[in-house]
């Protein structure tokens, strides 16, 4: 299902005025398709991933899986925690790995959290951590991965359930060049296999060569002349 942000506004207050993070922004990301959203250090692309996430609650606006409206600036946080257990699959900055947890129990825990036994969804863990290549890695933990190798096991951990939606916050940021780029692909890759509308923050472009559309975000706006454009059809690879 289609991924909408509609007219989504974010404001906090700020002494005596109010600061405003999101400011009325529009976006929608098709199932299936990985859209990158980019912008300066403090535009608001991860203000926005957030309330997309319903990690945060929008001023105003809306948020809409499909046909459905999941997000709005009266959505109690049980009701939030609830729609991402089923959903949505988030991949932070930092992957939050447990660090008593092998790659295979990281995957089994989000199971225990939608009221699943653990071993229910093994097949399932066993089969997302060899689609990110790490099938040779289940019983590690986190301390003996790579930055790069923790960071494909949390791509996995918000892929169990197959949810509707995929929210990735910088996924390169602690990554080289060409380990980013490996990094930016595989999400692509596994955005089309699962048909999950995948909206990712990114302040490197150069490793975006996968993804399906770009949008800039400014000051909390998107900028007018960047509606969704596929790179492929970018001029000058800018």
């Not at 989504?8 to 922004?25: C, E, K, N, Q």
């Not at 001023?59 to 959505?75: K, L, M």
């Not at 900055?93 to 036994?117: I, K, N, V």
């Not at 590690?140 to 494909?152: A, F, T, W």
């Amino acid at each position: 299902m289609d991924l909408h942000l509609d007219d989504i506004v974010l404001t906090y207050p700020d002494g005596d005025s109010t600061l405003t993070a999101v400011d009325h922004v529009t976006l929608t990301v098709p199932s299936g398709t990985t859209t990158a959203l980019l912008g300066p250090s403090g535009s608001g692309k991860s203000s926005l991933l957030a309330v997309a996430g319903g990690l945060t609650r929008p001023t105003a606006g809306e948020v809409r899986i499909g046909d459905t409206t999941v997000v709005t600036p009266t959505t109690t946080l049980a009701e939030a925690t609830a729609m991402r257990l089923d959903r949505i699959g988030i991949v932070f900055q930092q992957p939050q790995l447990l660090a008593s947890l092998t790659a295979l129990e990281q995957l089994e825990l989000h199971e225990h959290l939608r009221g699943r036994r653990a071993h229910e969804g093994r097949e399932e863990a066993e089969s997302l951590l060899a689609a990110v290549g790490l099938g040779d890695q289940l019983h590690r933990r986190p301390g003996d991965l790579s930055g790069g190798q923790r960071q494909r096991v949390a791509i996995a951990r918000a892929l169990m359930g197959s949810p509707q939606v995929l929210l990735v916050d910088e996924p390169t940021s602690a990554l080289d060049h060409e380990r980013g780029t490996q990094i930016i692909e595989l999400i692509t890759g596994l955005a089309r296999e699962n048909d999950a509308a995948t909206l990712i923050v990114s302040h490197d472009e150069s490793t975006l060569g996968s993804v399906d559309a770009m949008c800039l975000l400014v000051d909390g706006s998107l900028v007018p002349s960047s509606e969704p454009v596929a790179p492929a059809t970018r001029q000058g690879g800018e």
